[in-house]
């Protein structure tokens, strides 16, 4: 027995600091300790004192938390009003931070390096990032240092984003099969438009192709013509798989048979024809009158009762070019800049172990699950919002009973989303069983967020915003059909090509290579 003790002793201090120790302890004080944290409060939400999640977490414990709620409508700007004014609290949860943000305020010494903390006093942390190296590697700094946390995605139904559900009480009314190339995804919309496909004896009321707006939809059909083979972390930016090099993919000839194929869609009213104008309400009273033949969303919220006609594709499809890819997916770090510590905070070791719980499977159930007065689980362990979140007897909206027992809503959270712990329309059988179809399909190779130096950031933020405005004044109007896609597409180019996209390549390329490089 002394031998194993010893062995077990020995094997323990070989474990890098905190490894050893796999659950946090509670209370992390003895003494009640009060930290002031400021965080964003989304529209809707409650004092986060009123809730449930952080009442039960301060029992736990013994922490209390002095709340500072910067409303919505002028968050940013009060947050960034605390760094100029020396009224920095201990801490900004929901913090919003870009990397570039975190990189600037940590350059200008208001932020507390993380690193040691992490090393000695997260165990949940040092467990996540030992089996994502790429998570703690995308959040260190230029001068080397781990100055945030963020909100990590390792769930399967917020992996995929957007999702292409296709009506199969159409397609079942018109004996069509499930489509696997655009081509024959085309010829199912033009059946849609023609055949009177939801049966209400009106033949010119389907929208065969819909959603939100034209970005997110257009955004599930870049994998099949070879766009975002990276991801969509880098606004426009992925690799040409040809040279190896960065490319800019709305010039390239993948972007302009897209162009082509959805100013068909448009001009043959397959596309939504207001679908640069739309609104959710508009969305809405469409989806729930079954109007909509191929509806690209997140989820199935806006079709109303009709949901459970619809189903998600089985597999990407096949382009032009044979590419199949889906590429409207989320990389691991979903949000970068959740939580930071500022200058001056005191009981940090006390304030890591806090924010660090947040990271593991319990930490993770508190924060979206709350407690069992919200959820039912079945018999396979499945959970599911009960009647008092979905059919609320004080009348309160499923949105609203969440925003008064928990912030989770509209993300952003120092955190970690995993399966069966996150509830959402995202993860309902029909969307879940869409999202797992498409993994398969994901680039192999999805970047993170890249964080830029404060001279990389300001060089480039006036040059990103003028080619994101060209690209989508034009994607107007070729798709519209004001502008000629084969007669503008080289005045088209030039554009962009004049407006030092060249430059914005090699500073997207230099963080790339700043990321790759040992620090």
């Known amino acids: 027995m002394k031998k194993l003790l010893a062995l077990l002793l020995a094997l323990c201090l070989l474990l890098p600091a905190g490894l050893a120790a796999a659950e946090t302890v509670f209370p992390l004080s003895e003494e009640k300790i009060t930290f002031r944290i400021a965080t964003w409060q989304r529209s809707g939400q409650v004092d986060y004192n009123d809730m449930l999640m952080w009442q039960k977490y301060e029992e736990m414990t013994n922490v209390h938390i002095d709340w500072i709620h910067l409303p919505d409508s002028t968050f940013v700007e009060r947050r960034n009003a605390m760094f100029t004014q020396d009224d920095l609290p201990d801490a900004i949860y929901r913090a919003k931070f870009s990397l570039s943000d975190v990189n600037k305020y940590a350059a200008e010494e208001m932020l507390l390096p993380l690193d040691d903390l992490v090393d000695n006093y997260a165990p949940n942390l040092q467990k996540f990032f030992a089996e994502y190296p790429q998570v703690r590697k995308a959040l260190t700094m230029e001068d080397g240092h781990l100055y945030s946390l963020g909100y990590f995605n390792i769930c399967d139904g917020l992996t995929v984003y957007t999702r292409q559900f296709l009506n199969m009480d159409w397609m079942n009314r018109l004996n069509l099969q499930v489509p696997t190339t655009i081509d024959e995804f085309t010829d199912v919309l033009r059946a849609f438009r023609d055949n009177d496909a939801n049966g209400d004896g009106d033949p010119t009321n389907e929208i065969p192709l819909a959603g939100g707006n034209i970005e997110n939809l257009l955004s599930t059909f870049y994998g099949s013509f070879g766009l975002q083979n990276r991801g969509p972390s880098q ?11 960065l490319r800019f993919w709305p010039t390239s000839e993948g972007y302009k048979k897209l162009m082509k194929t959805a100013r068909l869609w448009y001009e043959e009213k397959l596309l939504d024809n207001e679908i640069f104008t739309t609104d959710s309400a508009r969305t809405v009273a469409n989806g729930t009158a079954n109007l909509e033949g191929v509806w690209c969303a997140v989820n199935l919220t806006n079709v109303g009762g009709q949901a459970e006609k619809y189903a998600g594709l089985p597999a ?31 009981n940090t070791e006390t304030l890591i172990k806090w924010v660090d719980y947040f990271y593991s499977q319990e930490g993770a159930e508190l924060l979206f699950l709350v407690d069992e007065k919200l959820y039912n689980t079945d018999e396979n362990g499945v959970r599911s919002y009960n009647d008092y979140v979905t059919k609320n007897p004080d009348g309160l909206t499923l949105t609203q009973v969440i925003s008064q027992n928990t912030c989770w809503s509209g993300g952003n959270c120092p955190a970690i989303l995993l399966n069966n712990v996150f509830i959402g329309g995202e993860t309902m059988p029909i969307p879940m069983a869409a999202a797992k179809a498409m993994l398969p399909y994901l680039p192999k190779e999805i970047w993170e967020p890249l964080f830029f130096t404060v001279d990389q950031n300001d060089e480039m933020t006036p040059i990103l915003t003028d080619l994101s405005a060209c690209v989508k004044e034009y994607r107007a109007a070729f798709i519209g059909g004001t502008k000629d896609i084969d007669a503008e597409w080289d005045n088209y180019v030039n554009e962009i090509n004049k407006m030092r996209v060249d430059r914005y390549l090699e500073i997207v390329q230099e963080s790339l290579d700043s990321h790759d490089a040992d620090k």
């Open 235 to 245: 606004d426009w930016v992925d690799v040409d798989e040809t040279t190896g090099s």
């Open 316 to 346: 990407a499809l096949i382009g032009p070019d044979g590419d199949q890819l889906y590429t409207t997916c989320k990389p691991v770090i979903y949000s970068p800049g959740s939580f930071v510590i500022c200058d001056g905070a005191k």
